[in-house]
């Protein structure tokens, strides 16, 4: 699957290569400026992640038809390894973000 991504994205930002200056000069022409031809670009990256923004949320919801849900520091048991000089949960305070759990 990571060949077939790899070949995807190059066949895309090949496209966006052949036809994006092509495409700033045309903007060029018509607003005597480069500046639009940098918003319009801006403006693409930034939609761009908004929607892989959007598909990861979606994706990370519906894994494989799982129950997500969001675990704090506060739900997780600490245990104390009899192997060990510090104990698990000794290292709570790097833990601040809650994470994803897939039941």
Known sequence: RLASAVGMFYCLQGFANLFGPPAAGRLYD???NYNV?????????FCNVLML????IHRTRTAHGQHV??????????DV???SEEPV?????ECDEPFIVHE
Request: hydrophobic share 40%; glycine share 12%.
């Open 53 to 56: 923004v959007c598909l990861e």
């Open 89 to 93: 949960g000794s290292r709570k305070h």
């Open 37 to 45: 031809s940098f918003y319009v670009a801006g403006g693409a990256v």
């Open 81 to 83: 390894m009899e192997t």
């Open 69 to 78: 849900t969001a675990v704090t520091r506060d739900d997780v048991m600490y």
């Open 30 to 32: 018509f607003t005597g």
